[in-house]
């Protein structure tokens, strides 16, 4: 499927896609992007695996950013029987304790990437069965890949 | 007595071993917390960051010119296919032009790192599974590709061969003789090997129908490279979406429909065959011209973000780089091959022994640093 | 009948095996891949491309072509290179001109990358091909590349 | 050689006397242990060098000539390093199990005739007694194994348990088919029968599967590779002799060495002669006899290292599956005919 079918598929699925804050962006990526409230990531995600027109049965890149004020989760999705792609991303305001739902239920393989991205940004990840630190020790305090982490011992900035 | 009291008599209880951080198979500091009853498994947990860097946070650091020797560092059985893979995505986004020259001798290189890698990795294949001299044989045919690179890139292992825009040095003069004896060496090798391990009965009878991975599972769970491959997967980037001189080489993807243990030896060994056919077509027409394009002495990426996916010997590396338009990086994402086949370790191994943990390990062909960057 | 030819089968490929390393065992004489480390130092050369480490060749006039530019320090992704240099007014053109005091390279903070050397706009740095740096205190790592008494050559301009 | 035939004017004068006095038994018992020490040293020598061998390397070579003093200097290092242990262990059974492993196969090199003479106990029972004294072996790994309190031993030790009681049928087996020939189980008489040919020319068809059974088991019953999942380095570390160190662990490695060499001359005994030259070339000398002994011997040493170089490990269940579903029905198979040929006056006679 070309960008624009998957853009008006997608929007189709939303009764009202303001109301999830639904985006479409192709600007500064090579991918479509999609953005969406992550109240409603879950289900989006579930139907993008499902419906068979999208097909998205590949996840194959799961990236915790922090954009300083907000912390963003971003999702590469590929189908391997359409070969197109499709990158969703989710913003969450709430640095203290971000909790996003987890979508390892749909791609298995999400399980130790959202713990990886737990143990580096400190989002939560909702249902995830084992939310606990990938790398990290279990008493490592803070979270060390946001921007406003420091650590004056190990962290030597040129 | 009755049936029920015996049977609680000789209740079996489940119990923990820790395989490693310094267990002989698993292969540098990985440890396994298994949950065994008797020789069955019934859980594999891995606890990962033994030897975590933190190589993102060291990137946001970092220029575009240095990010690249820190690839070296992640999976250094293909550290010239990482150079690589940072090298593609700062050239997409900056758009230059790469010399036709610079794209075949990476590629070269590329299946020279695939097979150095797949080397070893069938040395230690042997050796998990008992036969220890497939070690030397191995590492003898890698020595000589090691070889090769220490002539050309001045290093063995962190070759830092790449820079954006084309290559640090031109090719040695003597590459070109030095990669077809090679081949020529290693075509011979392979049937020996085949000869030694392969065919032997007991190895297959280790291997068949161990660790099982449907198609299905193989996507859900993200493999890639040879594990996906041998559950008839077909993942291989260089195929769908071609890098450097790729799009010009012809060449079958290795593929397998078993799914077993047995199956990605064999996808792997296919591999070496199809490493061999590739560089045999570019290696006499390597095209003259400039081993690289100048750049900025501060490269600056546009605002925006850049993914690129390259072909490890261990499955699809991803870099994905954003960019605020300084010049650091915003933020880089390594899509490391090995951690997302090692999650599927625990859905294969559960219901094995413990040889065949070791055995199913073994042709996940994990590389620690790789997993924990 | 299959059970008599699992043996058949089984006993062969065991032996086919064992010819192998039997063909390697009577060859082992002219075989062997030992290489008898420090016995052979005499034989084995590295080839000239090899990263050992950096050195500041000087010519017989105790001169390099250091003009203390620093590019070598910035292309240092670990800061291996410090450069303490000063000013000095050249004799002959009466300008005032950057010199360097001392080159100190950290090579235990070394990784080898070759960024130096590349960024090096007047070869002044190149790679030895010595691999022998074990050294029993690290401070013998810190080293001054340019000898002391040394100047810069004359004709390197910056 | 000098040595050798010291020894051998030794018992030349000890054997026919009745050994009554205890000074004469443990002059022997002293001999034999010299031989037990200098023979296991020399076999991890000579597998060390085979291996290098086989894998393209040069093996062992720095102390003394070619490295032949290597296995002296490890045994020295292990005699002086410190013995640890983990903290709860059972000391006592801890403690126990190498002697076990160790006096199981110092006994079993007792009884076999080096040459006509050179024997130091001719018991009318010789192969049933070689046969239940290499089970006795197992209870010190077993015992060791258990009482490490480490799970990777514990596995190990149960590997072998399992392995051991299997393999001992083939083992029996094998041998009791060549026994069907001889008609006796004292090994000297069993070298007396070869005079007319050894057995396994004697015995042909059967003879031959009977001996190939018997290397298989024989590998098995001495945990080496591709049947060594009581070790197994790439799954369980070091198997049942991790937590041991120093001469602890020497004894046990020493025993997996001389067993190696009691199978080897087991096979050497009653299936190609023993101490008889072929053809008899050399049957004017008799002391030659224990060059052909060490001789057949070696090379059966060495085709166990052979094996071990070149296959993978079999993993524990298919280790059984071998010994239940292939090597105990061709042995029993193999048993009736043998006792067909017996019967019929089939075997080959020179």
């Known amino acids: 499927m070309t960008n624009q079918e998957l853009k008006d598929l997608i929007t189709g699925w939303f009764a009202i896609p303001e109301a999830v804050q639904l985006e479409f962006s192709e600007e500064g990526s090579q991918f479509l992007n999609l953005s969406i409230h992550p109240d409603y990531l879950h289900e989006t995600m579930y139907y993008l695996k499902l419906n068979r027109d999208t097909d998205f049965d590949y996840l194959y890149c799961l990236t915790g950013i922090d954009w300083e004020k907000e912390l963003e989760v971003v999702y590469h999705l590929e189908s391997t029987e359409h070969r197109h792609s499709l990158v969703v991303r989710t913003k969450t305001s709430d640095r203290e304790t971000p909790v996003i739902d987890s979508v390892q239920d749909i791609w298995p393989t999400a399980n130790f990437h959202e713990r990886e991205v737990y143990d580096f940004f400190g989002i939560r990840f909702k249902n995830h069965p084992n939310m606990k630190r990938l790398f990290l020790a279990e008493d490592w305090e803070g979270f060390p890949l946001r921007k406003d982490y420091v650590d004056e011992v190990n962290m030597v900035v040129k | 007595m009755s049936t029920a009291t015996i049977n609680n008599n000789f209740k079996s209880e489940e119990y923990f071993i820790n395989m490693g951080p310094q267990h002989p198979a698993t292969h540098g500091v990985l440890r396994l917390l298994l949950t065994i009853d008797g020789e069955i498994i019934k859980k594999v947990e891995p606890d990962l960051g033994y030897i975590h860097r933190s190589i993102e946070k060291m990137c946001e650091k970092d220029s575009y010119q240095q990010i690249v020797h820190l690839t070296d560092r992640m999976d250094y059985l293909s550290s010239h296919i990482n150079n690589e893979a940072v090298c593609l995505c700062v050239e997409n986004a900056l758009q230059l032009e790469i010399p036709e020259r610079v794209k075949v001798i990476r590629t070269i290189l590329d299946e020279l790192t695939r097979i150095s890698s797949h080397c070893l990795w069938w040395g230690v294949m042997g050796m998990d599974v008992g036969a220890l001299t497939t070690y030397f044989y191995g590492f003898r045919d890698r020595e000589m590709i090691n070889d090769i690179f220490e002539e050309t890139c001045g290093a063995r292992l962190t070759m830092n061969y790449n820079i954006p825009g084309g290559l640090m040095q031109d090719i040695h003069p003597n590459f070109v003789k030095r990669v077809k004896e090679f081949i020529a060496h290693f075509k011979t090798k392979i049937p020996e090997y085949n000869r030694l391990l392969t065919g032997n009965v007991i190895f297959q009878k280790r291997t068949i129908g161990v660790g099982l991975l449907t198609k299905e599972d193989a996507i859900s769970y993200g493999a890639s490279g040879p594990v996906g491959r041998a559950s008839g997967y077909s993942c291989d980037v260089r195929k769908h979406h071609p890098y450097s001189a790729l799009d010009r080489v012809d060449f079958k993807e290795a593929l397998a429909t078993e799914g077993d243990s047995f199956a990605r030896y064999r996808v792997r060994i296919q591999e070496m065959w199809e490493s061999i056919s590739i560089i045999e077509q570019l290696i006499d027409n390597i095209p003259e011209g400039d081993f690289k394009v100048p750049t900025n002495a501060v490269i600056k990426l546009p605002k925006g973000e850049y993914y690129q996916k390259v072909e490890t010997a261990r499955g699809e590396l991803g870099v994905y780089i954003i960019s605020t338009g300084t010049k650091n990086p915003y933020r880089v994402k390594f899509r490391s091959p090995g951690l997302s086949n090692l999650s599927l370790l625990n859905h294969i191994a559960v219901g094995g022994k413990i040889g065949d943990l070791v055995a199913t390990m073994a042709t996940i062909d994990i590389v620690v640093p790789d997993i924990d960057r | 009948m299959s059970y008599l030819s699992d043996i058949y089968n089984g006993i062969k490929t065991l032996l086919t095996g064992m010819s192998v390393t039997g063909k390697y065992f009577l060859n082992s004489r002219k075989g062997a891949i030992t290489q008898q480390y420090p016995d052979n130092r005499d034989t084995l050369k590295m080839f000239e491309r090899f990263r050992g480490e950096v050195v500041m060749p000087h010519d017989e006039n105790n001169e390099h072509s250091c003009t203390g530019c620093q590019k070598c320090e910035l292309a240092c992704p670990n800061g291996s290179i410090e450069i303490i240099w000063d000013r000095v007014i050249d004799e002959n053109t009466g300008k005032k001109k950057k010199i360097i005091d001392q080159h100190i390279y950290h090579f235990g903070m070394c990784t080898q990358c070759g960024l130096c050397v590349d960024a090096c706009p007047s070869d002044a740095i190149k790679w030895a091909q010595n691999f022998e740096n074990s050294v029993y205190d690290r401070t013998q790592l810190t080293r001054v590349l340019n000898q002391p008494g040394s100047k810069v050559r004359a004709g390197v301009e910056e | ?350």
């Open chain 4, 1 to 350: 050689m000098n040595t050798l035939i010291n020894i051998n004017n030794l018992f030349l004068s000890i054997i026919p006397a009745e050994i009554t006095g205890l000074p004469k038994m443990a002059m022997i018992a002293l001999i034999y242990l010299g031989i037990f020490a200098v023979l296991g040293l020399y076999l991890v020598l000579l597998e060390r060098k085979v291996a290098a061998w086989f894998q393209l390397r040069l093996g062992p070579n720095r102390v003394g000539y070619h490295g032949l003093l290597q296995t002296m200097a490890d045994a020295l290092k292990l005699v002086s390093k410190e013995l640890t242990g983990t903290v709860k262990a059972d000391k006592f059974l801890y403690n126990l199990a190498p002697y076990f492993v160790i006096i199981t196969s110092l006994m079993a090199l007792g009884i076999f005739p080096f040459t006509q003479k050179l024997q130091a106990y001719d018991l009318n029972i010789g192969l049933f007694f070689l046969i239940a004294i290499s089970s006795i072996g197992v209870i010190g790994i077993l015992l060791g194994g258990w009482s490490s309190n480490n799970k990777f031993s514990l596995i190990g030790a149960m590997r072998s348990g399992v392995q051991t009681i299997s393999y001992e049928l083939s083992v029996g087996l094998s041998l009791l088919t060549m026994v069907l020939l001889t008609q006796s189980l004292q090994l000297s008489e069993i070298v007396e029968v070869q005079k007319n040919g050894w057995l396994i020319v004697q015995g042909h068809i059967p003879a031959i599967i009977a001996f190939m059974v018997f290397m298989i088991a024989g590998t098995a019953e001495t945990n080496r590779a591709p049947f060594d999942m009581v070790e197994a380095e790439s799954e369980l570390g070091a198997g049942f002799h991790t937590e041991y160190s120093g001469m602890k662990f020497a004894y046990f490695f020493l025993a997996e060495f001389i067993n190696m060499f009691i199978i080897a001359a087991i096979a050497t005994t009653v299936f190609f002669g023993g101490w008889l030259s072929p053809f008899g070339v050399t049957e004017s000398i008799p002391w030659l006899g224990v060059f052909w002994f060490l001789a057949k011997t070696f090379i059966l040493v060495f085709l166990m290292m052979w094996f071990r170089w070149t296959f993978p490990r079999l993993r524990v269940d298919q280790l059984l599956t071998l010994e239940w579903k292939y090597l105990l029905p061709i042995n029993l198979v193999n048993i009736v005919i043998m006792a067909v040929i017996v019967w019929l006056n089939l075997s080959i006679q020179f």
